[in-house]
């Protein structure tokens, strides 16, 4: 069994509105020093292990986790830990 | 002319798109369950309504996009029969890449819920026949993503191809190139964030989307008297 982190991100010519008031509000409590805020999602997928792993994750980002039309995606696959 | 509302769980202007349709338009129309694939070949035109399908889970229309009913809808589709997407389903048609582009939270992030001013800028197509170029029409908007975004190719390819249909006379929401409503660039599948089912008689503030509505039952007609 893989542990998957899927990160999906806004593409960086994609305006975040939701990143920009979260910076403002963190400018306005006094953090001056914070220049940008981008929000974006985290996936947690368990997956069994097997041939074609990393592609057939990246299909699912392709075909629904992430929207490339403006989202960028980027995983971790690790070892599950046996409990 | 018969119509088929695709009804998914979390749609709910499924209703008054099949009043419109129904009631005021006139012809025939069908809820249609989302589960139920495999009959859509019998409807002349699909409808997908606005709502929050899936509860917008993961991003708004995504889910739907992925359902079974999809493929009779593409298929639909590639057959040239018109799609109407409102709201919601302009969400589900991009997301299921029947219309390019995608919808993003609004630039100032509040649901809005009011009319809006939209120009119609090409009269063109099989759901805007009755329209004027230029014209301005008031139709009601009730999005909390409706801020239509796409990259620069895909923008000029819109232009190019008279894609863009309705612009919005004054932006609500940050959609690029003020676009509130594109069509395919077959012009069969026509997505849009203001709702003209919502404005289908004086009673509800505005008549300008019944236009819309005939302008696509006339086509539907003049095609079929041709190719019957």
């Not at chain 2, 039952?217 to 003049?222: A, G, H, I, M, P």
Request: hydrophobic share 40%; net charge negative.
């Amino acid at each position: 069994m893989r542990n998957v982190t899927v990160y999906i991100t806004l593409k960086s010519g994609v305006l975040d509105p939701q990143g920009k008031a979260i910076q403002e509000s963190l400018n306005s409590l006094g953090y001056d020093e914070v220049q940008s805020a981008r929000v974006g999602k985290t996936i947690s997928l368990q997956i069994e292990d097997g041939p074609n792993l990393e592609k057939r994750i990246t299909e699912m980002c392709e075909k629904l986790l992430a929207n490339p039309v403006i989202e960028d995606y980027r995983f971790d696959v690790e070892e599950a830990v046996q409990s | 002319m018969k119509f088929a509302v695709i009804v998914f769980p979390g749609s709910n202007c499924d209703r008054d798109m099949y009043y419109a349709a129904k009631e005021v338009l006139g012809e025939e129309a069908d809820l249609v369950w989302y589960e139920s694939a495999g009959n859509l070949g019998n409807y002349d035109g699909i409808l997908l309504p606005g709502g929050f399908s899936y509860g917008d889970y993961l991003r708004s229309g995504a889910v739907a996009a992925t359902s079974e009913i999809m493929q009779q809808i593409k298929e639909h589709a590639s057959k040239g029969k018109p799609v109407l997407g409102v709201c919601n389903g302009f969400q589900v048609l991009t997301e299921a890449g029947l219309l390019p582009g995608a919808l993003m939270r609004n630039e100032k992030l509040s649901f809005m819920c009011h009319f809006e001013d939209l120009i119609v800028t090409n009269n063109e197509t099989m759901f805007t026949s009755l329209f004027q170029t230029g014209e301005t029409i008031k139709l009601p908007i009730a999005h909390g993503e409706g801020n239509y975004f796409c990259d620069e190719t895909t923008l000029k390819d819109l232009q190019a191809n008279n894609q863009i249909v309705f612009t919005y006379e004054n932006n609500p929401n940050g959609s690029v190139a003020d676009i509130a409503g594109i069509v395919n660039k077959k012009g069969n599948v026509l997505g849009m964030m203001p709702h003209p089912e919502r404005a289908v008689e004086m009673l509800l503030g505005s008549d300008d989307g019944l236009k819309l509505f005939q302008s696509l039952v006339q086509n539907w007609r003049e095609s079929y008297v041709v190719n019957a």
